[in-house]
């Protein structure tokens, strides 16, 4: 489960990513992959990404013990309070809705 604060720090690695590694190509990027990349993203690929998830909406969904089954397939805009060890929380980033822009989480 992605949480709200695990978003803010991936909104600041990608800003950081952004601004101080990506100007300098892949030669000094490279080795921070765990993948093997044919072209890492520039700068700008990087700030339109940047701008897709601060727009984005997290929203979480109940998983049945198995990982399966969703429960009645509703988007909470918190994690469930209910939600118990053995049910498992799928995190859903949906992408804003076209003309609007809105923060990543939901006021709790």
């Known amino acids: 489960m992605l949480t709200t604060r695990e978003a803010a720090t991936i909104r600041a690695a990608l800003r950081y990513w952004s ?22 993203m520039s ?11 601060n727009a984005a909406q997290l929203r979480y969904l109940r998983l049945g013990a198995l990982g399966t089954d969703a429960e009645s397939w509703l988007l909470k805009k918190s994690v469930l309070p209910d939600a118990t060890d053995v049910d498992r929380i799928a995190t859903v980033i949906l992408p804003a809705a076209p003309g609007t822009s809105g923060p990543t989480t939901a006021p709790s």
Request: hydrophobic share 35%; charged share 30%; glycine share 4%.
């Open 19 to 40: 601004e101080e590694m990506a100007p300098h190509g892949s030669s000094l990027s490279s080795a921070y992959f765990d993948q093997i990349v044919d072209r890492p």
């Open 43 to 53: 700068p700008d690929e990087i700030k339109k990404l940047i701008e897709q998830f």
